[in-house]
């Protein structure tokens, strides 16, 4: 599936048609350069799964994953662009925790999270950098 996302709204919108889709075991690889959205979709996303669009919801770069629970069950968010090393990942349990579902930044940092991803969600910034090109790929 490919969309353009034009603005914030339209990346909050399709954070609340991803949070639909997604249900327990869903590991979600966010990709794309720095600045293209990624952890705007995610804040999008986990607010939707937990039913509150006021959720605080840092970004996990430093502390590499936020935990939330949410109707849904539990959500990890992560944030893999400080690894030194892939095997570095998997200290984190993102691929250990049981109904989870995993929305992770940065997932080709750590190849064993990025194959095991069930939706592969790309963002481009397009020429001129208005708005964000999205494609989304799920697995089997």
Do not use: C, N
């Not at 959205?37 to 607010?47: E, H, P, V």
């Not at 939330?68 to 250990?96: I, S």
């Amino acid at each position: 599936m490919q969309r353009f996302l034009p603005d914030d709204a339209a990346t909050l919108a399709f954070g609340g048609e991803l949070a639909a889709l997604l249900g327990p075991g869903d590991i979600v690889s966010l990709e794309g350069e720095l600045g293209a959205g990624k952890s705007a979709l995610a804040r999008a996303t986990i607010r939707a799964l937990a039913g509150d669009p006021e959720l605080e919801v840092p970004s996990p770069t430093f502390a590499l994953v936020q935990p939330y629970d949410t109707p849904k069950g539990p959500v990890l968010h992560a944030d893999l662009y400080r690894l030194g090393d892939a095997a570095e990942a998997d200290e984190l349990d993102l691929l250990d925790t049981p109904g989870a579902i995993v929305l992770v930044e940065w997932a080709e940092r750590a190849e064993q999270v990025q194959a095991a991803a069930t939706i592969v969600i790309t963002l481009a910034i397009p020429p001129g950098g208005a708005g964000r090109q999205l494609t989304m790929t799920r697995r089997p």
